[in-house]
């Protein structure tokens, strides 16, 4: 049975950090990129970084780049996303997912075949 599931989620200052966790089980990394995603109240479901893990390749989106690190750790079957200065627009549901394919910038244009059920991430003073 396939299953991702997410921790480290919670309330942080703006400025704070977090770090994230994507617990997978029921299949291997090796032949999968995955991908954090995050909700908005009252926003679309966006996709903001991803990793391959067969060698590693990384993506991020503009809103994200240089304050976020996605990392894997194959022999645990796990993916981080370590997120620094956090904003308020930050605020969401942050959700993993595994896909078939090698991560890259267009890899959130394709549908994901597995997902978790998601961490809540609230960035507020």
């Known amino acids: 049975q396939v299953q991702l599931v997410e921790s480290g989620g919670g309330l942080v200052q703006p400025g704070g950090s977090l770090r994230l966790s994507c617990a997978v089980s029921?299949?291997?990394?090796?032949?999968?990129?995955i991908g954090w995603f995050r909700q908005a109240p009252g926003k679309e479901r966006e996709g903001v970084s991803c990793?391959?893990?067969?060698?590693?390749?990384?993506y991020y989106t503009a809103s994200i780049k240089g304050r976020f690190t996605i990392s894997r750790d194959n022999a645990k079957n796990t993916v981080f996303l370590q997120m620094n200065s956090l904003k308020p627009e930050d605020t969401g549901v942050y959700y993993c997912?595994?896909?078939?394919?090698?991560?890259?910038?267009?890899?959130?244009?394709?549908?994901?075949?597995?997902w978790g059920q998601g961490t809540q991430v609230t960035v507020s003073s």
């Open positions: 990793i391959s893990n067969s060698d590693g390749n990384t």
């Open positions: 997912a595994g896909i078939g394919i090698r991560c890259s910038s267009y890899v959130f244009d394709y549908e994901f075949d597995h």
């Open positions: 029921g299949f291997t990394l090796d032949y999968y990129a």
